[in-house]
């Protein structure tokens, strides 16, 4: 699977989820997440080999959480971001 397909993807999938839901009219260069896809996609790379599926999916999680908090100063609920970690999850393993 080609590099920029997969970022192009996960933009959609944190576009479609909008962890800053209506806060996103505070941040005008967002690009539909465009940054934050980029983060969670290299720092991921780096760290490819999970142990188990299990590993992965919270590695995932985290990666999403430390890259969308730390970006926006938002807390980010397990819960919400779980469809999105199931989705970018399936994205990465698409090697």
């Not at 590993?55 to 919400?80: P, R, T």
Request: proline share 3%; with cysteine.
């Amino acid at each position: 699977m080609d590099r920029d397909n997969q970022i192009e993807r996960i933009k959609k999938i944190l576009t479609e989820w909008n962890p800053l839901e209506d806060s996103t009219k505070k941040f005008p260069d967002l690009d539909n997440y465009d940054i934050e896809a980029n983060d969670i996609y290299f720092n991921l790379e780096i760290d490819i080999d999970f142990p188990t599926k299990n590993h992965h999916l919270k590695k995932v999680k985290s990666m999403i959480q430390e890259v969308i908090e730390g970006a926006f100063m938002i807390e980010v609920n397990d819960k919400k971001c779980e469809a999105a970690t199931i989705k970018i999850n399936e994205i990465l393993k698409e090697k």
